[in-house]
């Protein structure tokens, strides 16, 4: 069964950091980019990083860049997502997803989503 299993999420400050993971099973990693999502209450869902398995290339939404950093470990089949400088606004669910061998396609797989809150 193909699974994407999302963790990490958590309650920090403003200016706290969270690092989420996400771990891939059931289809060729390789061939996959993993992306991470994210949706708040009111808001459609958005995207926040993508990283393409086979070569590594990485993509950040404008709100994600320098602070936060996409990473994939092949062996793991996890990608992890480090998240510093967390504003209240970062608060959300984010899920990952797995989109076949690119970053601007659509999502196959879905994982289910992992709470991030950050007080102010």
């Known amino acids: 069964d193909v699974q994407l299993q999302a963790s990490g999420g958590g309650l920090v400050p403003a200016g706290g950091s969270l690092r989420l993971s996400c771990v891939a099973s059931?289809?060729?990693?390789?061939?996959?980019?993993i992306g991470w999502f994210r949706r708040t209450p009111g808001k459609e869902r958005e995207g926040v990083s993508c990283i393409n398995s086979r070569d590594g290339t990485t993509i950040y939404e404008d709100f994600a860049k320098g602070r936060f950093t996409i990473s994939s470990d092949k062996a793991r089949k996890t990608v992890y997502l480090q998240m510093n400088s967390l504003k209240p606004e970062d608060t959300a669910i984010y899920y990952c997803?797995?989109?076949?061998?690119?970053?601007?396609?659509?999502?196959?797989?879905w994982g289910q989503g992992t709470l991030v809150t950050v007080s102010s």
């Open positions: 997803g797995a989109l076949l061998e690119r970053c601007d396609v659509g999502v196959d797989y």
């Open positions: 059931g289809f060729a990693f390789d061939d996959y980019a």
